[in-house]
């Protein structure tokens, strides 16, 4: 019973830390580390993002980069996967607000299984060196770095490690131990060859110092965790804000697409909107006294040419009442413009119509035998109009219509037939495959028969070509069509003629193919016949 009272207790406890444990070490996707009430502003003149990343001359607005690093339209390769790289991007301006939170979307890729040397976040009071010791920047920096370590140089196994190292300007970073024995803080995170680029969210507020990451395993963009967090951190309150990186013997791609700072304003405060508008007052105030300052000046100088006084000033600037009367003139003068381009458009319309009125007058009179008008100047005489100075009337367009009906029923009528005969053949065709081979017999389908058959065929034929030129012959004997406008006609019986003559070889050709497989059949069966006996 002793055993199991003080179990009980020390079962709580550790129950009790794991818990705080994991609520101290995860966020959820929809938390916000910052407290609750913070106005928050985006900074873009610290910030960078795709795409125009760079501009078209190289250059990264309001940023500065040097060394090996390379900008693009869409990241910032701030050292690329060669031996003994080191590149650096710094913000050209300090920072002019107390508490910030960056957010840092960057990838490291490399072909081995360990890379080298690692990438670096600063806040700092003055820029460091593009080719410095320490990741690419200076060494005895003044503010905070959080350090992206993906080589063992101390050889415990414990990197890729992310770090908070702090410095006062005085203190040389520890190579040899990864800066353990400098770190503020840190966690053991895998940052290297990640499906999704890896995300590094920095905040810094009342002096407590969050770093959360996103490892890069998924594509939710808020899937943070907690990496570390400490109190009581004194940052200096202006910075520069930068990304180095560094290869060794091994090497990397450290790319960074976005680098996103948001400013962090207690409730209450006084937004710095309106500190920009009073320095920018401010500045013009001063332009303006100093431009004043140069014309007394210039004044002195040549007296001479002012004598009459500051009315020459007027003559270049106009007041409200001319900027008025000027803005009323042009828009009259526009209307006016409009005015006469609708009134010409309307005198195109009006000839227009009684060109076309002119022409159905003239039509009407010639359907209805009156002498025709005299044209107008300039026009077009009627019977140039007319195609070949021959007039074509309604009921000869019903003619050449009805002639057309005509023509497509009685091909019509032609396909059909040629239908039937061609399914006759086939049934011939068919009947001769089906006849038997092991005996020759009279009552099969001989050349007679077939011949007979085609006999019937072509008197149906005939019968049609002659039923369809009578119908034919008809309508032109009643009205006289004008003969064909051009020389390529075809006449209905050379047609006709030609469709017979090719439909009589084709049927030429089916009988001398007929005969010639019956013939080859013959010799197969002899030769059986051979070689059975």
């Known amino acids: 019973m002793r055993a199991t009272g003080t179990l009980l207790p020390t079962f709580c406890q550790f129950v009790a830390i794991f818990f705080i444990f994991i609520k101290q070490n995860y966020v959820t996707a929809t938390g916000n580390p910052a407290p609750v009430g913070v106005h928050r502003r985006f900074e873009y003149k610290y910030s960078f993002k795709p795409p125009y990343l760079a501009q078209k001359d190289g250059t990264?607005?309001?940023?500065?980069?040097?060394?090996?690093?390379?900008a693009s339209s869409e990241s910032v390769r701030v050292a690329p996967s060669l031996r003994s790289q080191k590149g650096a991007i710094w913000t050209k301006s300090q920072t002019n607000f107390d508490w910030w939170d960056v957010e840092i979307v960057f990838r490291v890729t490399g072909r081995g299984r360990i890379g080298a040397d690692g990438l670096a976040f600063w806040y700092t009071t003055e820029k460091g060196d593009y080719n410095g010791p320490v990741f690419g920047s200076s060494d005895r920096w003044n503010g905070l770095a959080i350090i992206f370590d993906s080589f063992d140089n101390d050889n415990k196994h414990n990197n890729p490690y992310i770090s908070a190292v702090l410095n006062d300007g005085t203190k040389q970073?520890?190579?040899?131990?990864?800066?353990?024995?400098?770190?503020?803080s840190g966690c053991l995170r895998d940052f290297r060859n990640k499906p999704f680029p890896t995300r590094a969210r920095i905040e810094y507020y009342n002096n407590v110092l969050t770093v959360l990451i996103h490892n890069g395993m998924t594509n939710n963009n808020d899937d943070y965790e907690m990496c570390l967090r400490a109190d009581g951190v004194s940052l200096p309150k202006y910075g520069y804000f930068g990304i180095s990186a560094a290869t060794g013997g091994l090497a990397d791609d450290h790319d960074v697409f976005h680098f996103l700072t948001t400013s962090l304003h207690a409730a209450g405060q006084e937004p710095q909107k309106v500190d920009n508008q009073e320095k920018l007052t401010q500045e013009y105030k001063e332009y303006q006294e100093k431009l004043e300052k140069q014309k007394q000046e210039y004044k002195?100088?040549?007296p001479d040419e002012h004598k009459d006084g500051e009315e020459e000033w007027d003559e270049f600037y106009e007041s409200e009442n001319q900027r008025e009367l000027r803005q009323i003139w042009q828009g009259q003068s526009q209307i006016a413009d409009h005015l006469r381009e609708l009134s010409r458009k309307v005198d195109e319309i009006i000839g227009r119509?009684?060109?076309?009125?002119?022409?159905?007058?003239?039509?009407?009179?010639?359907?209805?035998?009156?002498a025709l008008p005299p044209p107008a100047a300039g026009s077009v005489p009627q019977q140039q109009q007319l195609t070949g100075g021959v007039g074509i009337t309604r009921p000869d367009v019903d003619l050449l219509i009805a002639n057309q009906n005509l023509l497509l029923s009685s091909i019509r009528e032609i396909r059909q037939l040629v239908g039937d005969i061609n399914v006759r053949t086939d049934n011939i065709q068919t009947n001769q495959k089906h006849a038997p081979t092991a005996q020759i017999q009279s009552t099969g389908y001989d050349v007679q028969t077939l011949i007979a058959e085609m006999r019937d065929g072509?008197?149906?034929?005939?019968?049609?070509?002659?039923?369809?030129?009578?119908?034919?012959?008809?309508?032109?004997?009643a009205g006289q069509v004008a003969s064909c406008p051009t020389g390529n006609c075809v006449g209905v019986t050379l047609f006709l003629s030609v469709t017979a003559v090719q439909l009589l070889l084709v049927f030429i050709y089916n009988i001398y193919k007929n005969r010639s497989e019956a013939q080859a059949k013959k010799i197969l069966l002899g030769q059986n016949r051979t070689t059975l006996n």
């Open 60 to 70: 990264v607005p309001f940023w500065e980069y040097g060394g090996n690093a390379i």
């Open 173 to 184: 970073y520890d190579h040899t131990n990864d800066g353990t024995t400098q770190l503020l």
């Open 300 to 302: 002195k100088e040549h």
């Open 353 to 370: 119509q009684e060109n076309t009125l002119s022409l159905v007058s003239r039509g009407l009179a010639a359907q209805a035998g009156q």
């Open 458 to 477: 072509m008197n149906q034929v005939k019968q049609g070509i002659t039923h369809v030129g009578q119908r034919l012959g008809a309508p032109q004997a």
